[in-house]
């Protein structure tokens, strides 16, 4: 990952998957129940999501969590 910390290859990865699923921020938002900033701010490594918001995107994107972190296996 070089420089880059894991909240914001976190966050890239999140970004990435949601782009190729065709979903918009505030629908991806309003699907996993947390506000369009909060992602906005999850997805720019700004923010520190708990678990259960972790579970419930990886949910919404038909993904593993450890798929969130970038782990293809």
Same mark, same amino acid.
């Given at each position: ?6 909240? +914001?290859? %976190?966050g890239a990865?999140?970004?990435?998957? /949601?782009? /190729? $699923?065709?979903? =918009?921020?505030?629908?991806? $938002?309003?699907?996993?129940? @947390? =506000?369009r900033l909060?992602?906005?701010?999850? !997805? &720019?490594?700004? $923010?520190?999501?708990?678990?259960? @918001? %972790? !579970? /419930?995107? +990886?949910?919404? %994107?038909?993904?593993? @969590? &450890? ?7």
């Open positions: 990952m070089g420089n880059i910390t894991l909240k +914001a290859q %976190l990865n999140i970004a990435e998957l /949601r782009t /190729r $699923a065709g979903l =918009s921020k505030t629908t991806f $938002a309003l699907m996993i129940g @947390v =506000s909060y992602l906005g701010n999850i !997805e &720019s490594g700004a $923010a520190n999501p708990t678990v259960d @918001v %972790l !579970e /419930r995107i +990886a949910d919404g %994107l038909g993904t593993s @969590v &450890s798929a969130l972190f970038g782990d293809e296996s």
